[in-house]
């Protein structure tokens, strides 16, 4: 069996356009959301890739290519079997947005080629290292070609990585006609890393049974579980008035706001959890004499752990609230997502077939819970089953952002295996 499927891999045709050189092209195109617009996409230029993207599809022979009113871009690769009804239409789903933490203009990506070890410092400022010891997978990227920012921008590797390889995949099939596969329905997706894009998604007209996002980090990393999430809203309302003639009336609600912040308990914070341990996170506010709000993220893996850390939260409010009771304070909580494991453990094929596409690529496949939640999260509850798959890449959301030649061919590799997995097993 081994031989079989090296002998195929060195018939195999490459695509018109490698992996990397495709990435790199598509990281050059500026197209960072921003958070709280009204509009979708948030910002404009994300449709200067969506437009490429579907010109590109076309050109790749993909058909009923569209680009929706909210800079979706929607396409159906046709299958090539004997009956392709017989095998499940199979989504594959990136995003073209990048975080709006960290620039995305003027992305100049460096190629370290035959990289041989040591910590990789990003030319354009010596501050921003990517280090051994913080990242031991460059271990396993010797003699590999690692691309980066020049360190005054993030690289785009989330998720243009994805990206590239599900466009590298569509090349290689359209070269490769022998590989057998069903039919399969792609799309690009829009302010993902604000977490709106998803939103205006038409699961219906998308038309796949199941999907993967394909949006994850180190290759082999699988991901069926992501955080159930909720975020509160704490408001303290005080009375304003002049500072001059505030005796006895100014009650300043940014005191009962310090106070709640600190009854926080250290050990459940982002910056003192990982694995499995959820946490609560305040993140922003507003800090005034007559209204201060805090907003906090709750997220854990398991309902339970949720529920409770939410009235952790609403005892808190009781305990300032005893404390300083001139000042009215409310919670409001809300849902955000939920652990799409609750219905993806009635779907083990997915997992188990993205486990053997690595698998047959090469790799050791990993099942890794994601601290945060995926476009796929949204997408599982509203009846499209979507796992996350990897990409390669790695320190998402920084100016350290990476990925290699060989995490971009593997990941593209792997999902190759995957569709041809799918119309085998069917
Ligand atoms: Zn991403």
């Known amino acids: 069996m081994l031989i079989v499927v090296s002998q195929a891999q060195s018939e195999r045709k490459p695509p018109t356009e490698p992996a990397m050189d495709r990435f790199v092209r598509y990281v050059k195109i ?14 404009r230029k994300q449709l200067n890739l969506a437009n490429l993207l579907a010109k590109e599809l076309t050109s790749l022979g993909a ?34 947005d990048t975080s709006p933490a960290v620039s995305g203009e003027n992305v100049n990506a460096v190629i370290h080629k035959n990289y041989q070890g040591g910590d990789i410092t990003l030319p354009k400022d010596p501050t921003q290292v990517i280090t051994v010891e913080k990242n031991p997978v460059l271990k396993e990227l010797i003699g ?46 829009p302010d993902e890393e604000v977490g709106t894009g998803i939103e205006k998604f038409d699961v219906k007209g998308f038309g796949a049974k199941v999907a993967y996002t394909v949006d994850g980090e180190e290759l082999g990393e699988i991901s069926d579980e992501t955080w159930s999430a909720r975020t509160a809203t ?26 709640y ?10 910056e003192t959890t990982e694995g499995r341990v959820g ?4 993140y922003a506010g507003v800090i005034d004499v007559e209204t201060s709000t805090l907003k906090i993220l709750l997220r854990d893996f398991d309902m339970s752990g949720l529920d409770a850390k939410e009235k952790l939260l609403r005892d808190m409010v009781t ?19 939920k652990n799409m494991k609750e219905v993806l453990k009635n779907f083990p094929e997915l997992t188990n077939n993205a486990m053997e596409a690595a698998r047959r690529a090469g790799l050791k496949p990993f099942l890794k819970p994601i601290r945060g939640g995926t476009d796929g999260s949204r997408l599982t509850f509203q009846g499209l089953p979507t796992p996350n798959l990897f990409t390669g890449g790695g320190n998402f959301h920084g100016k350290l952002e990476f990925n290699s030649r060989r995490g971009l061919e593997k990941s593209t590799e792997t999902l190759i295996h995957l569709v041809q997995i799918f119309a085998e097993k069917s």
Do not use: C
Request: hydrophobic residues 35%; charged residues 20%.
């Open 234 to 259: 704490v408001t303290f309302q005080g009375k304003s008035t002049h500072p001059g003639t505030a005796k006895g009336i100014m009650v300043n609600a940014m005191y009962a706001m310090g106070d």
């Open 144 to 189: 590999d070609d690692i691309i980066t920012a020049d360190g005054t921008t993030l690289l785009g590797s989330d998720d243009k990585s994805g990206v590239a390889e599900i466009m590298t995949m569509i090349d290689t099939l359209r070269q490769n006609p022998q590989i057998k596969h069903g039919t399969l329905a792609i799309a690009f997706t």
């Open 30 to 43: 500026d197209t960072q959301s921003q958070e709280d617009q009204t509009t979708t996409p948030s910002t």
């Open 261 to 270: 912040l600190s009854h926080f308990p250290h050990d459940m914070l982002p």
């Open 279 to 282: 946490f609560v996170h305040p």
């Open 63 to 96: 058909q009923n290519v569209r680009v929706s009113e909210f800079g979706i871009v929607y396409a159906m690769v046709p299958g090539n079997l004997a009956d392709n009804s017989k095998v499940p239409v199979v989504g594959f789903i990136a995003h073209m």
């Open 319 to 337: 305990q300032t609230g005893d404390k300083l009771p001139q000042v009215k304070i409310t919670i409001d909580v809300k849902e955000n997502y």
